[in-house]
């Protein structure tokens, strides 16, 4: 059950939004611009002059639309606040990202329960105009669809440190390409410049077994070598390597346990 309640869109895809949550973009945005400088990866921020997204007032799906077709051929879709992985699994499956119409309030700037607009728009967006990351997601809504619950479980993980938390090599230095961390002014200071966090090279089976809290700060990240790299993840048996995973189960946690956690 959510709290969180999208608001409705015209058949045109224009959302009605108020001055206060124009405000409140503006105010999103300019934090998180003064953050991300020089922490975030060059597709990303590549990405983000494309949509050059406004400052003064919440973006329209049609703006954003427009410029990742005709980048990679995705779509955001507007969705309510929650969906069900059936849904969200075709929804990827077809080269569309789901984005909830909501925007957080005031009270909840620093930290929300579900993913807001400015989570999705300002953290995803951008990378989706980048080939490999586009690839990587639409093959893992496909992935997706053919999975059982048990392996859904699993793979949750691969999206959860890649397309939301994931960290790259640019040059000797790591970069930011997740949204969960590009949209969170804390999540990105303790990714990259954090002591107490763990900062792993990316590997399939670990990052598989690996549980997470969505509620907390991540104590570990994992690092790719390089964007390409997501595209040669992609074409692995996925569906095989989630069944080796749960042979071997996961690894335990870095967290205390509290609910609602990612361990099944």
């Known amino acids: 059950m959510t709290q969180y309640h999208s608001k409705p869109v015209s058949q045109e895809g224009w959302v009605e939004w108020s001055l206060e949550e124009d405000a409140i973009w503006h105010d999103l945005v300019r934090r998180q611009l003064d953050v991300i400088n020089d922490r975030a990866c060059d597709a990303y921020l590549h990405g983000l002059t494309l949509l050059d ?53 005031r009270d909840e700037f620093d930290y929300l329960q579900e993913p807001d607009f400015f989570h999705e728009i300002f953290g995803h967006c951008a990378m989706l105009t980048n080939a490999d990351f586009a690839t990587f997601t639409e093959h893992y809504g496909k992935l997706g669809q053919a999975a059982t619950p048990k392996q859904r479980a699993y793979l949750a993980r691969l999206y959860w440190f890649t397309v939301e938390f994931g960290l790259v090599k640019e040059g000797h230095r790591l970069k930011i390409y997740g949204g969960g961390i590009l949209s969170s002014p804390a999540e990105t200071m303790y990714a990259l410049g954090g002591d107490l966090a763990v900062r792993e090279r990316f590997d399939l089976q670990t990052v598989l077994r690996t549980p ?39 690894l335990p946690p870095l967290f205390e346990p509290k609910e609602p956690t990612h361990v099944e």
């Open 212 to 250: 997470y809290r969505i509620d907390i700060i991540q104590p570990k990240y994992y690092v790719i070598d390089e964007l390409s790299e997501l595209f040669k993840i992609s074409q692995e048996n996925l569906l095989q390597q989630a069944d080796l995973a749960i042979d071997e189960g996961l």
């Open 53 to 105: 997204l406004p400052l003064d007032r919440v973006p329209q799906l049609p703006e954003i639309n427009k410029v990742l077709m005709e980048t990679t051929g995705w779509q955001v879709q507007p969705v309510p606040a929650l969906i069900d992985f059936d849904r969200f699994f075709d929804l990827l499956a077809n080269k569309k990202f789901p984005v909830a119409t909501f925007l957080r309030t």
